[in-house]
């Protein structure tokens, strides 16, 4: 199973980008991972909110093929514990899926066409986390899953 996560605009902030980056390339060591930066919508200030979802939503569509499995990072999502999502993880990699696609979306949220495309919604959270930050926690929680997954000492039970 490869594991991708797409999410909209970039990060200025190099402290955050590098701290990614450790963790995308830990990541890389459990299973082939994959980070894809959408640009921010050209003109958004002069687009309403729907406009905006509306355009973000159509970028992330076009990246997307039939088979993959979508899961959107959104506040009204399902809950997990670490040892808890790394169980989710673990089934989706027994069912035999090939590409588990995870989308952190813009300021608004999604479009309409993107919540009827996702197979489910995360939450990291009822708080809500700058999208800079959520990369962050997610491809954290991500590389946490694994080590859980193969008992390593990463995860402190």
């Known amino acids: 199973m490869k594991i991708t996560v797409l999410a909209i605009g970039k990060t200025d902030d190099k402290a955050l980008e590098s701290l990614l980056e450790d963790y995308q390339k830990r990541?890389?060591?459990y299973v082939p991972f994959s980070m894809e930066i959408i640009p921010d919508i050209k003109n958004a200030k002069n687009l309403s909110e729907a406009l905006q979802k509306q355009a973000e939503g159509d970028e992330i569509l076009k990246r997307l093929i039939p088979?993959?499995?979508?899961?959107?990072?959104d506040e009204k999502g399902k809950t997990y514990s670490s040892v808890g999502f790394s169980e989710f993880l673990q089934k989706k990699m027994n069912s035999g899926l090939k590409n588990l696609v995870f989308v952190i979306g813009g300021p608004y949220g999604f479009s309409d066409e993107l919540y009827a495309r996702a197979t489910g919604?995360?939450?990291?959270?009822?708080?809500?986390?700058?999208?800079?930050?959520?990369?962050?926690?997610?491809?954290?929680?991500?590389?946490?899953?694994?080590?859980i997954l193969r008992n390593e000492p990463y995860h402190h039970r």
Do not use: C, N, P, W
């Open 67 to 73: 088979s993959d499995i979508v899961l959107l990072l």
């Open 121 to 147: 919604k995360i939450s990291l959270s009822s708080m809500t986390f700058s999208h800079q930050m959520v990369r962050l926690f997610f491809v954290e929680q991500l590389y946490r899953a694994f080590t």
């Open 27 to 29: 990541l890389g060591h």
